[in-house]
């Protein structure tokens, strides 16, 4: 007899996420390149923040978190009034979706877009609706001509996650444009620090009302076992989005070692720099050994393989070398592998062992 006790719609539809692996049987010394983690880590004066905070432990958190928000107002220009933290980035998506998709929505995300979105959009009991991208690039089009009367939600990363590519400024802006009235793009900006420059969609927010960004302090802020993210958007939105957060979803660690990372600038340069050298460098080697990848813009390489065997090979040989990157055949990519920009040290031996898979050395 099948119990009477079930689940929302939805739920069982959702694939258990799968975080990149950390271990590989009977290696030690094993390289970790497979969740685009920060090789530098944390900022000195973020750790520092981190220590200090044991002597709090035993004080609930602030609940408003209103000095993390002028923190990360002051350092990117923004109204503190019109940000949201939360428990990651993932926190703040879903908290977008339990607000503005249920049944009969439907909430877009593109073809090898973050898995975070449809596992949300399910929860919340909405139709995850998934949209062709072109040679693993965001096609706005595309994204236009899916949008009907029940989009409610637009996910974007941008750059992209497996993918590593991203569309330009006005690109973005003839999307949040085109959308229909009732649909809210959120423009995902994890990797946004990556980008010199690069406003993640803010003076979109400044502009219009229906665009809101996510941002983390687990990629270039090198703080992913910390879990905190922050949102960006319309005053209403946020306050909406406010309704459903748990009021001390942060930890006060989180928050006090949030604030000292933001503002510590000068390390996210050198953390920038140092990426942007060793992951061109790192395209450019694995390209002169045959094996190409899209212009990268955030933190990783998508290197393509002839076909999935090629890549599980190459995955396989890896392994034995004790180096784990990310098979992505989840994200309709299964010829290819995501490699994690780590140190000078970790690129030269992923390429090496590459190499050698490839029989050049
Ligand atoms: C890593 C990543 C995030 C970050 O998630 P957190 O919950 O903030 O750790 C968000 N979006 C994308 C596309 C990512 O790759």
Not at 188 to 206: C, I, K, M, N, R
Request: net charge neutral; proline share 5%; charged share 25%.
């Amino acid at each position: 007899m099948t119990s009477m006790i079930q689940p929302q719609s939805g739920i069982m539809d959702i694939a258990l996420y799968e975080g990149g692996a950390a271990h590989v049987e009977g290696k030690t010394n094993v390289l970790k390149l497979s969740s685009n983690e920060n090789p530098l880590g944390p900022s000195d004066s973020a750790r520092e923040a981190f220590s200090r905070a044991v002597h709090d432990l035993h004080r609930y958190p602030n609940t408003d978190h209103r000095a993390l928000r002028t923190a990360i107002g002051e350092v990117w220009g923004l109204n503190p009034d019109q940000i949201i933290c939360g428990v990651g980035s993932d926190e703040i998506i879903h908290f977008l979706c339990q607000a503005y998709a249920g049944p009969r929505d439907q909430v877009i995300h593109t073809e090898h877009g973050f898995a975070m979105y449809r596992i949300s959009a399910l929860a919340a009991g909405a139709t995850p609706v998934e949209v062709p991208e072109r040679d693993r690039m965001t096609d706005v089009d595309a994204i236009l001509k899916a949008c009907n009367k029940k989009t409610k939600l637009v996910f974007l990363a941008n750059p992209n996650n497996p993918t590593g590519t991203m569309i330009g400024p006005t690109e973005i802006r003839r999307l949040a444009e085109g959308l229909p009235p009732q649909a809210l793009l959120v423009l995902d900006g994890a990797y946004a620090e990556y980008v010199d420059g690069y406003d993640a969609g803010a003076a979109l927010v400044h502009e219009r009302n229906n665009v809101v960004i996510t941002r983390t302090f687990s990629k270039i802020y090198g703080l992913g076992g910390l879990r905190v993210g922050w949102g960006y958007g319309p005053r209403e939105i946020i306050d909406v989005l406010n309704r459903i957060r748990g009021p001390f979803n942060l930890s006060t660690a989180a928050l006090v070692t949030a604030e000292a990372a933001v503002r510590d600038t000068a390390w996210v340069r050198k953390c920038r720099t140092e990426n942007a050298k060793w992951r061109d460098w790192l395209a450019r080697t694995l390209a002169e050994m045959g094996v190409p990848s899209d212009i990268a813009t955030a933190n990783f390489v998508l290197a393509r393989f002839a076909d999935q065997a090629d890549a599980d090979a190459c995955d396989a040989h890896l392994r034995s070398e004790g180096i784990i990157v990310r098979r992505v055949v989840g994200y309709k990519l299964p010829h290819c592998l995501r490699i994690t920009v780590g140190d000078e040290a970790s690129c030269r031996r992923v390429a090496h062992a590459i190499g050698q898979y490839k029989g050049l050395r």
